[in-house]
């Protein structure tokens, strides 16, 4: 069955590449603001009330830095980056 307001390339770029309901919260508050690099511990806060520990942020932002979605400042600062505008699209998609 299909859904026009949840098309198939949608749900298979979340399949393919959010794990998580926490990594998604993770990658919306990245990508809420792709102008800004945000620490380990900001995005911690950030994602508050969801109490998430500074090792599955880590594993997360790694997680999309392998798919193209986020970029490492430095060891504990990313920014939400999508190596393609069609990444960006099925991330503004939500």
Known sequence: M???DFPEELR????DTIPTVDAAELLLVLALH????SQVT?????????AVSEPVVR????HFQAQG???????NTYQYSPGTP????????H
């Open 69 to 75: 979605l986020v970029e490492a400042k430095d060891s």
């Open 42 to 50: 900001e995005l911690i806060d950030a994602m508050r009330p969801t």
């Open 12 to 15: 298979s770029f979340i399949q």
């Open 2 to 4: 299909s859904d026009p």
């Open 59 to 62: 594993r997360y932002v790694t």
């Open 86 to 93: 069609d990444l960006g699209a099925m991330v503004r998609a």
């Open 34 to 37: 792709p102008e800004r690099a």
